[in-house]
T-cell receptor
Framework: KNQVEQSPQSLIILEGKNCTLQCNYTVSPFSNLRWYKQDTGRGPVSLTIMTFSENTKSNGRYTATLDADTKQSSLHITASQLSDSASYIC????????????FGTGTRLQVTL | DTGVSQDPRHKITKRGQNVTFRCDPI?????LYWYRQTLGQGPEFLTYFQNEAQLEKSRLLSDRFSAERPKGSFSTLEIQRTEQGDSAMYLCASSPDRAYNSPLHFGNGTRLTVT
């Protein structure tokens, strides 16, 4: 069964600190892995997309890594800001079509003063 | 704003009533998707269109649910005889034809509450 598991479920950090979110997947065959940010009451917004051959991809203070051998990904947030408070969802595609996306349940991040 | 637009943002209805939601995708995007998201969960795929053709439907889409995209532009999602279990956020997303590495662009959803 295709699954995407994220950890931790929730996280609280102080503003300015770094953090790393984890994603493990059992989706096969793998196509690409995506990280989305979802603010409360809003739709998800794409942060990164990585294919099998990509090990790392950055988008500003967000850096995603992918190890396709161990089927693990991480999202590192540098110098966190209050606006980073959101859910971060890992999504894995197991075909070339978006209808075959498997979503994780997300990590709820809260950045505090 | 050229993003994905959904209407209404919130809908409260009584059990047994019918509801209809609208989605206006990004104008140059041929693919349109509907997802359902409950609290603390990731979005669950419901259905998707390429232009006006509905190419795939999830088993989650019972016979009470119907989606249309009559002219290949906006789409509607109708739920008939609503049940309390239908309460959720309904998200619409769009993407260009070559969706292999293209992100989905989501709207901000319609929050449905069935009382």
């Amino acid at each position: 069964k295709n699954q995407v598991e994220q950890s931790p479920q929730s996280l609280i950090i102080l503003e300015g600190k770094n953090c790393t979110l984890q994603c493990n997947y059992t989706v096969s065959p793998f196509s690409n892995l995506r990280w989305y940010k979802q603010d409360t009451g809003r739709g998800p917004v794409s942060l990164t997309i990585m294919t099998f051959s990509e090990n790392t991809k950055s988008n500003g203070r967000y850096t995603a890594t992918l190890d396709a051998d161990t089927k693990q990904s991480s999202l590192h947030i540098t110098a966190s800001q209050l606006s980073d408070s959101a859910s971060y969802i890992c999504v894995v595609s197991h075909t070339g079509t978006a209808s075959k996306l498997t979503f994780g349940t997300g990590t709820r991040l809260q950045v505090t003063l | 704003d050229t993003g994905v637009s959904q209407d209404p943002r919130h809908k409260i209805t009584k059990r047994g009533q019918n509801v209809t939601f609208r989605c206006d995708p990004i104008s140059e995007h041929n693919r349109l998707y509907w997802y359902r998201q409950t609290l603390g969960q990731g979005p669950e795929f419901l259905t998707y269109f390429q232009n006006e053709a509905q190419l795939e439907k999830s088993r989650l889409l019972s016979d009470r649910f119907s989606a249309e995209r009559p002219k290949g532009s906006f789409s509607t999602l109708e739920i008939q005889r609503t049940e309390q279990g239908d309460s959720a956020m309904y998200l619409c997303a769009s993407s260009p034809d070559r969706a292999y590495n293209s992100p989905l662009h989501f709207g901000n959803g319609t929050r449905l509450t069935v009382t």
